[in-house]
């Protein structure tokens, strides 16, 4: 351990436990004890003190007793003349920055000082839009301030893709750069893996965040790079992410610090990129970092402790920027960037895609708006569709892209222009079954393009091309070369030929277009075939297993994975491609109860892969050993007695619920790996199942759900409501608008009529 960093560590400790200890006492008495404290729309309190010590910290007044702890974990600096070991006492240092910290943003909140405020800036974020030009709701997104700390709602959006190995890992980069364009390469070189990028520090007063801003990248969630703040105070925020990640995902309690830091070191692959003059500060707050077993990685010369222990490798490596060989600073980003993977071991996956932007998940959420717009394809002004079909092998030519009509310079500049994009794709293990499959990640292979804005599928697909990526060259021709790369490079298992038409011509559009629908039409059918009855398996979905190492995923036809992202076409896809991977074909074998959906094969599937926790898994009941979740659900539905019947809450809505609690709380009591009957995480689709709770009683059990669910699902709730012989039913389910106590909730319904009041009771 080196004496060097434990004194500097130590020393910036000491100086920031009295900086908090000074704060909360002016706070204190110029706002009360009584006053709340808490960061936004999180069930997690303040979630690294939570996590560390068990605290619930609801108000001021709580918060003198995490001081006085933080204070009990510092110690004197190391000793000139006498070596002692230090590491402990470093460590422990650390741990008391973090609990100083978090105290210190949360009275920041309490003042109103956080998010920092950022006059100019604009935060590339929403989690969810209908329209390029607006946010969410139809708000215009947040301008002025930075991020602040991030909700619960984004962590489990980002859920399913920490998992699957699509966002491998997060780097806490603090402090600045030695140039702009330093900083905007080594964002680039993260983007590009696809590495989660959370921002905050200084070097004498200028930030990354800063040097970003300037260089015109954009910077929020949609943008995987978050911007916490421009002190090294903000990267606390990191560390309460990956708290709440060990939560949220790994089913592990407050008060549990042991079991959440092995959490960390074992399953989330984090480091700290240190930028620029390393000052006490960022010495003890790396030293927190270490806790959680994530390295820090500097691009100056400071010492180095290379042993492994806290750690899985090295704990702390300096890599000068002036020493990195490189041409240039793209060369030595890559390289600052490639040593950092390697000393976290974080597992990337990069996909060799030859366009003249940057490539990678990380631009998925990018914004296109009309004032930054090139041209567009489908929308308001024109028609745009995607169409993937099966051919067979001496069909095609690899690799062949074909442009049939007009090209980008023909379009006006912020112009519309009709499109055809049509995939032919042919292997020895291919099948038509998984047409639809591949062609829904046109979406997301498309959208990793920067300055590429892709929403929908097939006849309702909308694309945006921004002005700066034409000027880098982006031609139409690309978009096929994207679909080309992509295919092979994730689909290679059951694809060897890819060949990708554009058309433009608008009567080839059309003519074209009459042939798609028509093979809609026949999937439609297909999947309205395909029930549970139709087959002899289902398939398990280990993904979450990463983070909650005890839950299983069974998904059937007629029940899509509970994160929405995989349904029984996908897991047979994924088998084919990977036949040792995480989705396993379970034989059902003999029925056991049909009523509430036992088999023997899915029984015994649930115990293995549950390593005994789970014993059996009744598929079409929430009261009856429902099926567990990680926290990636894209709803929670709960049991209300009192209505005799069940609520429906998205992961989108904050407002709160007739139980009392918010989704936040309530993903506490659905996630981890834990069977509760009455409460039960599910993908919003299953929704519109035919056995959605059939056991239960079905779709008219549902006598509250979240308005974002109720808008967005209207069409197929409406279809809901035919089959369940009510087309009165979606008016009947109350939602945050009419009711959000359970008080209220029954006379409401009493007075609409709502069917779960005149059923046999559901306990």
């Given at each position: ?8 560590a ?16 002016q ?9 709340p ?33 933080a ?5 004197p600096?190391p000793?000139?003349e ?7 006492e470093t460590l ?11 105290t ?11 998010p920092?405020?950022?006059p ?13 030009d ?6 215009q ?9 991030i ?9 399913i ?27 680039r070189?993260?983007?590009?893996r ?8 200084n ?22 790079t ?7 105070i ?10 709440r990640s060990?939560?949220?995902?790994g089913g ?13 070191k ?9 930028l620029g003059e ?8 790396a ?11 500097a ?9 492994t ?9 300096s890599?000068?920027?002036n ?27 990069v996909?060799n895609?030859?366009v ?23 929308g ?10 099966m ?14 009509g ?9 112009g ?5 994009i049509?995939?032919?794709v ?17 979406h ?13 599928q ?14 880098a ?5 690309h ?17 060897d ?10 009567e ?30 289902f ?11 005890n ?25 084919s491609i990977?036949?040792?991977g995480p989705?396993?074909?379970i ?14 094969g ?10 005994g ?52 709380t ?13 409460v ?24 509250w ?19 369940e012989?009510?087309?009165e ?34 306990i």
């Amino acid at each position: 351990m080196s004496r060097y960093i434990a004194t500097r560590a130590i020393r910036g400790a000491n100086a920031l436990v009295g900086e908090a200890e000074a704060m909360l006492e002016q706070a204190l008495s110029e706002k009360g004890p009584d006053t709340p404290v808490a960061f936004p729309n999180t069930a997690y309190h303040l979630p690294v003190i939570f996590g560390m010590t068990g605290k619930e910290i609801a108000h001021l007044g709580e918060l003198p007793e995490i001081l006085v702890q933080a204070r009990s974990l510092l110690h004197p600096t190391p000793s000139r003349e006498h070596w002692t070991p230090y590491l402990g006492e470093t460590l422990d240092s650390g741990m008391a920055t973090l609990l100083a910290a978090e105290t210190i943003e949360a009275i920041r909140y309490v003042y109103g000082l956080q998010p920092e405020s950022m006059p100019g800036f604009e935060l590339a974020g929403g989690t969810s839009f209908t329209s390029p030009d607006m946010n969410g709701g139809g708000n215009q997104p947040p301008n002025g301030h930075l991020n602040g700390a991030i909700d619960d709602i984004q962590l489990r959006s980002w859920g399913i893709q920490l998992v699957d190995g699509r966002m491998p890992g997060f780097a806490a980069i603090v402090g600045c750069a030695s140039s702009n364009e330093a900083a905007v390469q080594i964002v680039r070189e993260l983007q590009r893996r696809n590495i989660l990028c959370f921002l905050s520090g200084n070097v004498n007063g200028h930030s990354i965040i800063d040097q970003l801003h300037e260089e015109g990248v954009e910077l929020g969630y949609d943008t995987y790079t978050v911007p916490f703040g421009t002190d090294t105070i903000s990267a606390i925020y990191a560390l309460g992410f990956a708290t709440r990640s060990a939560l949220t995902f790994g089913g592990l309690k407050g008060g549990q610090p042991r079991e959440i830091l092995n959490y960390n070191k074992d399953r989330v692959f984090a480091f700290v990129l240190a930028l620029g003059e390393v000052d006490d500060l960022k010495y003890s707050a790396a030293a927190g970092a270490i806790n959680f077993g994530f390295p820090v990685i500097a691009d100056t010369v400071i010492p180095q402790i290379l042993p492994t222990g806290i750690t899985t490798y090295e704990h702390v490596v300096s890599m000068p920027w002036n020493e990195i060989d490189g041409a240039n600073d793209t060369e030595k980003a890559e390289r600052l960037v490639q040593k950092c993977i390697e000393v976290r071991g974080v597992k990337v996956r990069v996909a060799n895609v030859p366009v003249p932007v940057p490539y990678g998940s990380a631009f998925e959420g990018e914004v296109v708006r009309k004032a930054d717009m090139r041209a567009e394809f489908g929308g308001r002004d024109s028609r745009c569709f995607e169409y993937l079909k099966m051919a067979k092998l001496d069909e095609l030519t690899d690799g062949k892209i074909e442009v049939i009509g007009r090209g980008l310079s023909d379009v006006p500049d912020q112009g519309s222009m009709d499109m055809a994009i049509l995939i032919e794709v042919a292997g020895r293990q291919m099948e038509q079954d998984f047409e639809p499959v591949l062609e829904r990640q046109i979406h997301y292979f498309v959208n990793g393009a920067s300055g590429i804005q892709h929403i929908g599928q097939r006849d309702i697909t909308w694309i945006r091309l921004s002005t700066k990526a034409a000027e880098a060259g982006f031609d139409m021709e690309h978009f096929g070369k994207i679909l080309h790369a992509r295919f092979h490079s994730d689909f290679g298992a059951i694809v060897d030929k890819v060949q990708v038409t554009i058309i433009t011509e608008p009567e080839e559009v059309e003519a074209r277009l009459e042939e798609a629908r028509a093979a809609y039409d026949f999937r439609n059918k297909r999947l309205a075939d395909l029930t549970d009855t139709a087959v002899d398996e289902f398939y398990s979905c280990t993904l979450c297993q990463s983070f909650a190492p005890n839950h299983v995923c069974i998904v059937s036809p007629e029940r899509l994975g509970l994160c929405g992202a995989y349904n029984w076409l996908d897991c047979k896809a994924s088998f084919s491609i990977n036949p040792t991977g995480p989705n396993q074909p379970i034989k059902l074998g003999r029925i056991i109860d049909p009523v509430r959906g036992y088999w023997e094969g899915t029984n015994a599937y649930a115990r293995i892969g549950s390593h005994g926790v789970v014993e059996e898994v009744a598929m079409y009941s929430i009261m009856e050993n429902p099926m567990t979740a990680c926290g990636c659900f894209e709803c929670i539905m709960m049991l209300i007695p009192e209505a005799n019947g069940v609520m429906v809450v998205s992961r989108e809505d904050t407002s709160m619920t007739p139980a009392g609690m918010t989704f936040s709380t309530l993903a506490g009591m659905a996630g981890g790996g834990i069977q509760t009957p009455g409460v039960m995480g599910v993908g919003k689709y299953y929704l519109i199942s035919p056995k959605f709770i059939s056991a239960d009683g079905g779709f008219k059990r549902v006598v509250w759900m979240s308005s974002v669910l109720k808008d967005g699902m209207a069409e197929e709730l409406k279809m809901v409501a035919e089959r369940e012989g009510d087309a009165e039913l979606i008016d009947r389910v109350a939602d945050e608008r009419s009711v959000t106590t359970v008080e209220e909730l029954l006379p409401w319904l009493e007075e609409n009529g709502h069917p779960a009041l005149t059923m046999d009771p559901i306990i």
